[in-house]
């Protein structure tokens, strides 16, 4: 399948993706819009970034302009739930851009803004709502909608709404809805609880696969910076500088973090803004225009709330903090190198984190060559074994410089071709196939150090 036209997608919809300028359907594409042409059940492990919310809403707007009817008051025909705002956002204005040609009324219900208006863009029914589970129980407590018209039930980024402790919203969502539906469930990992959800939720269904990082990640160019943990913002500050960014996202653990790590930035002169769950939806929605338009070229996040934002020209991804899950890795390096473009992730690793590199080189199958901003009296005598030692481009920090001069001109040598080596092996690795080890998954894991976060907490 090589072209938009094969699908036999409505005429409509096809001239809104040549305007859109897509010329070719993307591998998740190819491979689900046919079958949910026919009405199966999906099961898709995609990640954001691979073309998946076409691969749904395509063969959905085709259906809906082929079974047009008028919509019944307070409900939809087909619900899209996402674990966040910004993603539920972006699922919108897909549906409105591919849509764009047909009649196909579409609202939103999220959390964080005022009730109203979703009820009334409720009142005389919708074909499409997207809503993240919290808004949309809420809604149909207060009767300002009802789910037993809805004939296509889309899942999407199933794995962090379990991680974002959904589960019983979702349940309580599926059991007001017909039994007899079309059930479609998007996840970027497949954890044993996905699996036991799917197979609740879902009919018989086709499973289809792509393997998310591997396009992406050949691309990135990823460096790991060992340091003390105290060191970590002036480290920070000496990486902006001195790398030519065009835009570069920043992954905190915390909401709390993240505004450290703007007001240590803003003091250094360097302009930049958070994005977290805390911030209303205004503000988080006026910081992701900023940083699209690139008014903001530096943007803070904790993993919540940046998962969604699609925003291409990402030139860095920096990991403040390294993730626990490896898996949060991969996601977030995927931010950069998008849309055929090159990026750079660099991951500040401190003392406490070396484990978690360990698991993330294991995941995927490559080590990431690290350069070493540790005192000295806390480097280990020899490098870890599997970290190629690379020196900054900016030349050796005063520290390295001395150990150095200490050593002979062979051993910088050998040192120096390791390096390169190791870093031309990064560039020609396939990437890995998604590859967890037994037993372990994100619901598992993710627990060590967020466990479900309160309603309050949630992006
Ligand atoms: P998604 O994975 O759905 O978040 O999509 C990632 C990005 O790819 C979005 O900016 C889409 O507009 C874009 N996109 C999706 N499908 C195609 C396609 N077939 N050709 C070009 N761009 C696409």
């Known amino acids: 399948m090589t072209s938009f036209h094969d699908f036999r997608l409505n ?132 009767n300002a909608l009802r789910l037993d018209s809805v004939e296509c039930l889309v899942l999407d980024e199933a794995d962090r709404m379990l991680d974002m402790g959904f589960i019983n919203d979702i349940r309580k969502i599926v059991a007001k809805l017909p039994a007899v539906r079309q059930t479609l469930m998007f996840s970027a990992t497949m954890p044993h609880a996905i699996t036991e959800l799917a197979a609740q939720m879902l009919r018989d269904p086709i499973r289809v696969a792509v393997s998310p990082a591997a396009p992406a990640a050949e691309r990135i160019d990823q460096r790991l910076i060992r340091v003390d943990r105290a060191a970590k913002p002036g480290i920070l500050v000496e990486v902006l500088q001195r790398e030519a960014i065009d835009r570069a996202l920043i992954f905190t653990r915390t909401k709390h973090g993240a505004d450290k790590v703007v007001r240590n930035l803003v003091r250094a002169g360097i302009a930049a803004d958070a994005i977290h769950g805390n911030k209303s939806q205004n503000q988080r929605e006026r910081v992701l225009a900023a940083f699209r338009k690139g008014a903001v070229r530096i943007l803070v996040a904790t993993d919540i709330a940046a998962r969604g934002i699609d925003v291409d020209g990402i030139s860095h991804v920096i990991n403040f903090d390294v993730p626990n899950v490896p898996e949060t890795y991969v996601h977030r390096i995927g931010r950069t190198a998008r849309a055929g473009a090159e990026g750079i992730a660099i991951s500040l690793c401190d003392g406490e984190e070396a484990a978690f590199v360990r698991d993330i080189e294991k995941l995927i199958r490559m080590s990431i060559p690290a350069s070493d901003r540790r005192a000295p009296a806390r480097r280990p005598e020899t490098s870890s074994g599997h970290s190629a030692s690379v020196r900054p481009p900016s030349g050796p920090p005063p520290a390295k410089r001395r150990q150095q001069s200490h050593n002979g001109g062979a051993h910088k040598q050998r040192h120096h071709d390791h390096s390169r080596e190791t870093a031309s092996q990064i560039a020609s690795i396939g990437f890995m196939q998604r590859h967890t080890p037994a037993g372990r998954d994100v619901a598992q894991h993710e627990p060590r150090r967020t466990p479900h976060l309160k309603r309050s907490e949630r992006a």
């Open 11 to 142: 005429d409509a919809i096809t001239r809104a993706l040549a305007e859109e300028k897509y010329l070719a359907p993307t591998p998740i594409q190819t491979q689900t819009i046919p079958v949910v042409m026919e009405k199966r059940d999906v099961i898709g492990i995609a990640q954001t970034g691979t073309g998946k919310t076409a691969a749904f809403a395509l063969p959905i707007l085709h259906h809906l302009a082929a079974n047009a009817r008028p919509p019944v008051r307070k409900s939809c025909r087909v619900l899209v739930l996402s674990p966040t705002r910004e993603l539920s956002g972006q699922i919108l204005d897909s549906f409105r851009a591919y849509g764009r040609h047909l009649r196909i009324r579409a609202a939103l219900a999220i959390g964080g803004v005022s009730m109203g208006a979703q009820v009334r863009a409720l009142l005389n029914g919708v074909d499409v709502l997207v809503a993240t589970p919290g808004r949309l129980l809420d809604l149909v407590k207060g």
